[in-house]
């Protein structure tokens, strides 16, 4: 892979004007030269030069070159040799093609623009199923055919499987875009695609909003390995409850970078809802008036979770805690999230006082359903 990457980086070069070439090896740090020398043969210039020089060299002008030279057989090789970045495994890669066989790949979109975006290939490389025509009649082929299977091949056509994971994270966060499907489609394919790349440390994230609806981007796990809080607590409560309280967290989640106001307002929706969904299982009755603290106190005293059902100190205090947490953030959506006008004195949240309110409301959350499936089984 060392010596492979010496002429990935000269073919990443070789867009480069021969009168041109010279001046833009000088650049990256290699040996200068003549025009006349680049003129003969522009990928021997660049390769007698690379020849010279330490494969750590090598490695950081390589990462120049393929920030000014998109090449994505180049981005693949750094990401193979780079020391701290971790990859996604092969069988990850074919689980991911299997998990999106199940849906539409453009959505309410044209294919092959989605395709051709990615791989601007598609309308001119040589069919890999017959002597004529190009690789876009193959993928017609499949689609218009009704194959079983068919997004599979499709994707092992354009190159899924082996083309670099800045590519393959590219391709996965523009089938999940807002314009090519509506919001429970596109909640259904990250949950499901999130499935397969936990296990290589990476997760579909909702990390901004356009008119309204999610934007998700491929972020990588802590340096430690452990999975996200986000994603811990999804779990328990998709385990719990996958449609009422999980779409509250995921609202919770969608909102708090771009519209703290109603994520404040959805993290108290959540632990409503969470509380409200232990008093049914429990037959406990309630009033549709009953606010956040009232609901959180009913479910608390059916899970044993009230202060004044424990006598030593230090329980009695962190309960007290977690109802105090409960309160403030029933306070904290009144003040400040959506659902009441405000003044002219009225101060806006910020994205970190949404992601605390989130993060107490999705923690509490998860303590309560934990509790409960603890106290039932």
């Known amino acids: 892979m060392k010596s492979q990457i010496r002429h990935l980086v000269a073919q990443a070069l070789y867009v480069v004007k021969a009168h041109s070439l010279p001046a833009a090896c000088e650049r990256y740090g290699l040996e200068p030269g003549e025009e006349g020398e680049a003129f003969q043969s522009k990928n021997q210039y660049v390769m007698r030069r690379l020849q010279k020089i330490s494969d750590e060299k090598v490695f950081r002008i390589a990462q120049e070159v393929v920030k000014d030279f998109p090449n994505d ?192 307002t959805a993290a108290k929706t959540l632990l409503e809802t969470v509380c409200k969904h232990i008093l049914d299982e429990l037959n406990v009755t309630y009033g549709e008036a009953d606010d956040l603290p009232k609901l959180y106190a009913s479910a608390a005293t059916q899970l044993k979770l009230s202060p004044d059902q424990h006598s030593e100190k230090v329980f009695k205090t962190i309960l007290g805690n977690c109802q105090s947490v409960v309160g403030n953030l029933a306070g904290l959506r009144n003040k400040l999230g959506d659902s009441h006008g405000q003044g002219k004195r009225y101060v806006r949240p910020q994205s970190r006082h949404a992601e605390l309110a989130v993060n107490l409301a999705g923690s509490m959350a998860m303590f309560l359903v934990s509790t409960f499936e603890a106290r039932t089984a």
Request: charged share 30%; with cysteine.
């Open 73 to 264: 057989a180049l981005q693949a090789a750094i990401e193979s040799l780079g020391k701290n970045g971790r990859l996604v495994s092969d069988i990850t890669r074919h689980k991911l093609a299997e998990t999106l066989n199940k849906f539409s790949l453009a959505g309410k979109r044209d294919l092959l623009e989605l395709l051709g975006k990615h791989w601007p290939d598609v309308r001119s490389k040589a069919s890999a199923r017959s002597f004529e025509g190009t690789l876009e009649d193959d993928i017609w082929g499949i689609v218009s055919g009704g194959v079983v299977g068919g997004n599979r091949q499709v994707l092992e056509l354009v190159g899924f499987l082996s083309c670099s994971q800045a590519k393959l994270f590219q391709f996965l966060e523009d089938v999940v875009y807002p314009i090519r499907r509506d919001a429970s489609e596109q909640e259904s394919i990250v949950e499901e695609l999130n499935r397969s790349l936990r296990y290589d440390g990476f997760l579909l994230k909702p990390t901004s909003r356009v008119s309204g609806h999610a934007v998700y981007r491929v972020e990588e796990v802590s340096a430690n390995g452990e999975r996200p809080a986000d994603e811990l607590i999804s779990q328990a409560l998709i385990s719990f409850d996958g449609v009422g309280v999980n779409e509250a967290w995921r609202k919770a989640l969608g909102r708090r970078a771009e519209d703290p106001e109603g994520a404040i």
